[in-house]
């Protein structure tokens, strides 16, 4: 058992190398594809803003500070949902004829993530330097949200991979989900009112974290300590409960890739 | 080889399902994982649109020894393959592998393109379980083997699929495998390729590595194994030394490929296609027949007399026909045709007259090697060979008899000795030698 999860790790560790060198070498701007998506969404909804098209509430951060944040937290979390299912994908020519580790492929993109990740806390932080906001703790907790996020998205992509990868129909449903999800989040303004679309926003999972990271940027209080600490709690939750899924299941879903072609 | 008391693979009782229709299998797929889950194994019931792969199979390879297996396509080789490879699960029973594996399934079908050759190898390292430490010491033999030392730092999306393929190889050998788990791979790749492959196995083989041995050649399977399945429809119908194995895996080729021809011209003639219309107006081939000699067996053997007979319908008298006939090696899809020959360039043009005309292709001494050949004759008219008839993906089994065995091809030949053409201490006349002829 310790021997496997040391193999296990030792083959995520030598992917991700190996991989994360040649993700952009087909491309002349490399890194800035990691930051991109989250700069120019932030940079509209900046516009919308000014026109005075967005009114976002009252926010406690200089706006494009505040959706910056909200817009890296939802992009961390809707990408790491569909991890574990393109980690699969990716590594088919691989799985339908080498037995190893399998769980080193998903583990080896979730480095990959993380990374990407940190990469982007760091553009954020530069942010948080230019309007002033930066701070050891807002600094730390932007980087425990953004991981919470990364690990949520994990969990769930785990869960779901199995099940994705059998029914193309339900790995469609989940990418239309993620791609207009984020209007369902406080990214760009803060939930009014008491109506069905608030109620959505504010229980959203990544509510939580968006407004824990901002509140500590702000230094005000934490307005939702009880729903971090849920968040927390399920984050950790679904990654166990998915990682015993994966097990379980790679051996169904490679002989199915193998008959099926897909 | 050598026969050890240990095995190193213990296969007891293993049977596969598989659902046909595509959708369900997904569907039996959601399933299988929901009762994976709360710790439910298979059954031995079948769902609708499932059927066995494989069988209630059991073997044991031992330690140092060679285990080849025979069967048409679809038996459930491979899949047996990928089950003792652990690549997929049996549906039921068990499976125990004490050593290492290196499977050739595919070779360097991991490769990721954008990488190169160099980065491929120590990613295939890793992924066959070579500790990190590890593979910069086996890089310069991988390198050697492989002979990319000019392109090993280009991306492997520029080689070509031998290259991949020489590279692959090299990775899987280099892993220290007590175990090699070899799925006709020894048949991909030029012919340079495939004697440096077979050499190497030989050498892992001399220092007591295991072989599970997949391959459409009997002669391969005979020379590398010291035991046999054959397998038919997910059973092993056959097991034990390979000389006996083949023998009936060659009768049931035999049985196939005749059975497989007239039921080829059965459906040409009861079918009326289109384009097969179009072809037959003139000119059509009724018949092939493939005989030994003058006996209608259905095949040929290796050294001795082939014949091939075929009828010819023609609605009117036709000149300057040439008779074209294309063999190629059934194992080697795409490859080019191992035998062409045309009566027009033999004979020059032949005149077919109005009805059924008989042909016969006769040769002395067939020079194929035994083994599955797909046979291609055709009808062509005038100069350019425009096509009257065609019949194709005819099977001719070639059984080996001695003559042609570790041979590439059958060369006829004459051994003639001499005599004594000066006797001990004493000179003699030349010209009063004895011949002695013999005729192989």
């Given at each position: 058992?310790?021997?496997?999860?040391?193999?296990?790790?030792?083959?995520?560790?030598?992917?991700?190398?190996?991989?994360?060198?040649?993700?952009?070498?087909?491309?002349?701007?490399?890194?800035?594809?990691?930051?991109?998506?989250?700069?120019?969404?932030?940079?509209?909804?900046?516009?919308?803003?000014?026109?005075?098209?967005?009114?976002?509430?009252?926010?406690?951060?200089?706006?494009?500070?505040?959706?910056?944040?909200?817009?890296?937290?939802?992009?961390?979390?809707?990408?790491?949902?569909?991890?574990?299912?393109?980690?699969?994908?990716?590594?088919?020519?691989?799985?339908?004829?080498?037995?190893?580790?399998?769980?080193?492929?998903?583990?080896?993109?979730?480095?990959?993530?993380?990374?990407?990740?940190?990469?982007?806390?760091?553009?954020?932080?530069?942010?948080?330097?230019?309007?002033?906001?930066?701070?050891?703790?807002?600094?730390?907790?932007?980087?425990?949200?953004?991981?919470?996020?990364?690990?949520?998205?994990?969990?769930?992509?785990?869960?779901?991979?199995?099940?994705?990868?059998?029914?193309?129909?339900?790995?469609?449903?989940?990418?239309?989900?993620?791609?207009?999800?984020?209007?369902?989040?406080?990214?760009?303004?803060?939930?009014?009112?008491?109506?069905?679309?608030?109620?959505?926003?504010?229980?959203?999972?990544?509510?939580?974290?968006?407004?824990?990271?901002?509140?500590?940027?702000?230094?005000?209080?934490?307005?939702?300590?009880?729903?971090?600490?849920?968040?927390?709690?399920?984050?950790?939750?679904?990654?166990?409960?998915?990682?015993?899924?994966?097990?379980?299941?790679?051996?169904?879903?490679?002989?199915?890739?193998?008959?099926?072609?897909? | 080889?050598?026969?050890?008391?240990?095995?190193?693979?213990?296969?007891?009782?293993?049977?596969?399902?598989?659902?046909?229709?595509?959708?369900?299998?997904?569907?039996?797929?959601?399933?299988?994982?929901?009762?994976?889950?709360?710790?439910?194994?298979?059954?031995?019931?079948?769902?609708?649109?499932?059927?066995?792969?494989?069988?209630?199979?059991?073997?044991?390879?031992?330690?140092?020894?060679?285990?080849?297996?025979?069967?048409?396509?679809?038996?459930?080789?491979?899949?047996?393959?990928?089950?003792?490879?652990?690549?997929?699960?049996?549906?039921?029973?068990?499976?125990?592998?004490?050593?290492?594996?290196?499977?050739?399934?595919?070779?360097?079908?991991?490769?990721?393109?954008?990488?190169?050759?160099?980065?491929?190898?120590?990613?295939?390292?890793?992924?066959?379980?070579?500790?990190?430490?590890?593979?910069?010491?086996?890089?310069?033999?991988?390198?050697?083997?492989?002979?990319?030392?000019?392109?090993?730092?280009?991306?492997?999306?520029?080689?070509?699929?031998?290259?991949?393929?020489?590279?692959?190889?090299?990775?899987?050998?280099?892993?220290?495998?007590?175990?090699?788990?070899?799925?006709?791979?020894?048949?991909?790749?030029?012919?340079?390729?495939?004697?440096?492959?077979?050499?190497?196995?030989?050498?892992?083989?001399?220092?007591?590595?295991?072989?599970?041995?997949?391959?459409?050649?009997?002669?391969?399977?005979?020379?590398?194994?010291?035991?046999?399945?054959?397998?038919?429809?997910?059973?092993?119908?056959?097991?034990?030394?390979?000389?006996?194995?083949?023998?009936?895996?060659?009768?049931?080729?035999?049985?196939?490929?005749?059975?497989?021809?007239?039921?080829?011209?059965?459906?040409?003639?009861?079918?009326?296609?289109?384009?097969?219309?179009?072809?037959?107006?003139?000119?059509s081939i009724d018949s092939?027949?493939?005989?030994?000699?003058?006996?209608?067996?259905?095949?040929?053997?290796?050294?001795?007399?082939?014949?091939?007979?075929c009828r010819i319908s023609s609605?009117?008298?036709?000149?300057?026909?040439?008779?074209?006939?294309?063999?190629?090696?059934?194992?080697?899809?795409?490859?080019?045709?191992?035998?062409?020959?045309?009566?027009?360039?033999?004979?020059?043009?032949?005149?077919l007259q109005q009805g059924v005309s008989e042909?016969?292709?006769?040769?002395?001494?067939?020079?194929?090697?035994?083994?599955?050949?797909?046979?291609?004759?055709?009808?062509?008219?005038?100069?350019?060979?425009?096509?009257?008839?065609?019949?194709?993906?005819?099977?001719?089994?070639?059984?080996?008899?001695?003559?042609?065995?570790?041979?590439?091809?059958?060369?006829?030949?004459?051994?003639?000795?001499?005599?004594?053409?000066?006797?001990?201490?004493?000179?003699?006349?030349?010209?009063?030698?004895?011949?002695?002829?013999?005729?192989?």
């Amino acid at each position: 058992m310790l021997a496997d999860v040391r193999n296990t790790l030792s083959l995520s560790w030598s992917l991700f190398g190996r991989t994360i060198g040649a993700k952009y070498r087909r491309s002349f701007l490399g890194y800035f594809w990691m930051v991109a998506p989250a700069l120019v969404v932030s940079a509209g909804a900046c516009v919308a803003y000014d026109s005075g098209l967005l009114r976002p509430g009252d926010t406690t951060l200089p706006y494009a500070l505040f959706v910056f944040i909200g817009t890296l937290l939802w992009q961390t979390f809707a990408e790491t949902a569909t991890l574990a299912h393109q980690a699969i994908e990716g590594a088919r020519s691989y799985l339908t004829r080498v037995q190893f580790p399998r769980e080193a492929i998903i583990l080896a993109q979730a480095c990959e993530a993380f990374f990407v990740t940190c990469v982007r806390v760091f553009v954020a932080l530069l942010f948080m330097a230019l309007t002033g906001t930066l701070s050891l703790s807002s600094a730390g907790t932007l980087l425990f949200c953004a991981f919470l996020a990364a690990l949520l998205g994990l969990g769930i992509s785990m869960i779901t991979m199995p099940f994705t990868i059998l029914f193309s129909d339900l790995h469609q449903t989940i990418k239309l989900i993620l791609s207009y999800g984020i209007f369902l989040t406080p990214a760009m303004y803060l939930p009014a009112g008491d109506g069905l679309f608030a109620l959505v926003v504010r229980n959203n999972p990544i509510s939580p974290l968006m407004q824990v990271a901002r509140d500590v940027a702000a230094g005000v209080a934490i307005s939702t300590p009880t729903e971090f600490y849920v968040v927390i709690a399920v984050s950790i939750f679904v990654t166990c409960l998915g990682i015993a899924l994966v097990r379980i299941s790679t051996p169904i879903i490679v002989e199915r890739m193998l008959i099926g072609g897909r | 080889m050598t026969s050890a008391s240990k095995p190193c693979i213990r296969v007891r009782g293993v049977s596969k399902k598989f659902a046909r229709s595509l959708k369900r299998s997904f569907v039996y797929g959601g399933i299988d994982v929901a009762r994976a889950v709360v710790g439910l194994k298979g059954t031995d019931r079948l769902r609708e649109s499932e059927f066995w792969a494989l069988c209630n199979i059991s073997f044991d390879l031992m330690a140092g020894q060679s285990i080849g297996i025979v069967g048409v396509n679809g038996s459930g080789k491979t899949t047996l393959l990928r089950i003792v490879s652990g690549i997929i699960n049996p549906t039921l029973g068990s499976v125990e592998v004490h050593g290492r594996i290196a499977p050739m399934i595919a070779l360097g079908a991991g490769f990721k393109p954008v990488l190169s050759g160099r980065e491929n190898v120590f990613l295939n390292l890793s992924i066959l379980g070579v500790p990190r430490k590890e593979i910069p010491k086996r890089f310069d033999s991988i390198l050697d083997f492989s002979e990319l030392h000019e392109s090993i730092d280009a991306p492997v999306g520029t080689y070509s699929s031998g290259m991949i393929s020489r590279l692959g190889f090299a990775c899987a050998i280099h892993t220290d495998p007590s175990i090699l788990i070899v799925d006709e791979v020894l048949s991909v790749g030029d012919a340079k390729f495939r004697v440096k492959c077979r050499n190497k196995i030989n050498e892992l083989r001399r220092k007591g590595t295991s072989m599970l041995l997949v391959s459409h050649s009997a002669v391969l399977i005979e020379a590398l194994s010291d035991e046999c399945l054959y397998m038919q429809k997910g059973h092993v119908i056959e097991q034990g030394s390979p000389v006996k194995v083949l023998k009936r895996y060659e009768e049931d080729q035999i049985v196939r490929a005749s059975a497989h021809n007239k039921s080829a011209f059965e459906v040409e003639a009861t079918i009326p296609c289109k384009s097969a219309q179009s072809v037959r107006s003139e000119t059509s081939i009724d018949s092939v027949k493939f005989l030994s000699g003058d006996i209608d067996c259905g095949f040929w053997s290796c050294g001795a007399e082939g014949t091939i007979l075929c009828r010819i319908s023609s609605r009117a008298a036709m000149s300057n026909i040439s008779i074209n006939l294309m063999i190629f090696d059934n194992n080697q899809p795409g490859a080019p045709a191992v035998q062409f020959m045309s009566s027009s360039r033999d004979v020059g043009g032949i005149e077919l007259q109005q009805g059924v005309s008989e042909v016969k292709i006769s040769m002395p001494h067939v020079g194929l090697p035994a083994g599955m050949y797909r046979v291609k004759l055709s009808v062509s008219h005038g100069k350019l060979h425009d096509i009257k008839a065609v019949a194709d993906g005819l099977r001719l089994v070639v059984r080996e008899q001695g003559h042609g065995l570790h041979c590439s091809f059958y060369q006829p030949r004459d051994w003639i000795v001499n005599g004594v053409v000066r006797p001990w201490n004493e000179t003699v006349d030349e010209s009063e030698s004895l011949d002695l002829v013999g005729d192989a």
